[in-house]
């Protein structure tokens, strides 16, 4: 069974700071995925990862995979109020689009 | 880009009643949907996968006689709650992959999420 898992769970951040939410997966994957969810909303993708050593950047994100360790980042860089938001990682396992998806990290960028 | 839409976006209903959601692909045909459950402040949980023209795949826990699910086209994709309770109120997601067989060549797309609350 696939499992996924992200840390850490909350993060709390003061703007212009720096950090990393990592997510871990249990078994061999194709690709993984990066969303952000405000509150009441639904999914909004932020990024794809295809390949080991993937790393791709949007603005003050960037996510990075390597399929050897089982390992995502996503590493944000001078954090701002508006990146306040929960994000979820999510894997999957057989090709055809059928997710699992970590815990979700919910980040508090203040002022 | 491709659009996956869900209605309704908010639905409350009676305990006892029965309510259906819709997915759908607006501008390309999907094969296969997947519906997803989030409860607040946790993360999504994949329900079923909604095939086309066949019977849906559910994940274990979940009852298939109280989550039906229909994918009568190849763009649209029904969720009905049945015999709905209080625990039943969550946030429900669909998603569908604009690919023909979900692999590299499609891409993911969800829908703005349907919240059901059961009073």
Redesign the interface.
């Known amino acids: 069974e696939l499992k996924v898992e992200q840390n850490p769970l909350f993060l709390s951040m003061q703007e212009g700071k720096n950090y990393t939410i990592y997510c871990n997966y249990s078994t061999t994957s194709d690709r993984l995925?990066w969303?952000r969810q405000d509150p009441?909303?639904?999914?909004e993708?932020l990024f794809?990862l295809?390949s080991n050593g993937a790393v791709k950047q949007e603005g003050r994100l960037m996510a990075s995979l390597d399929t050897k360790a089982r390992l995502s980042t996503l590493h944000i860089t001078a954090a701002v109020h508006d990146l306040s938001a929960t994000y979820?990682c999510?894997v999957d396992g057989t090709?055809?689009?059928?997710?699992?998806?970590?815990?979700?990290t919910q980040l508090t960028v203040n002022p | 880009g491709a659009v996956v839409s869900q209605h309704p976006s908010r639905v409350i209903c009676k305990s006892g009643t029965s309510v259906k959601i819709e997915c759908r692909s607006l501008d390309f045909q999907a094969t296969t949907m997947f519906w997803y459950r989030q409860f607040p402040k946790q993360s999504l949980m994949l329900m079923a996968t909604s095939n086309e023209g066949s019977k849906a795949t559910y994940e274990q826990g979940v009852e298939k006689d109280k989550f039906l699910i229909n994918h009568a086209s190849l763009t649209l994709s029904t969720l009905t709650v049945t015999s709905a309770h209080p625990e039943d109120s969550s946030f429900y997601i669909c998603s569908a992959n604009s690919g023909t067989s979900g692999g590299p060549n499609g891409e993911l797309f969800f829908g703005e999420g349907s919240r059901l609350t059961v009073l």
Do not use: D
């Open positions: 995925y969303y009441g909303k639904s999914l993708s794809v295809l979820f999510a090709s055809g689009s059928r997710l699992t998806f970590g815990e979700g």
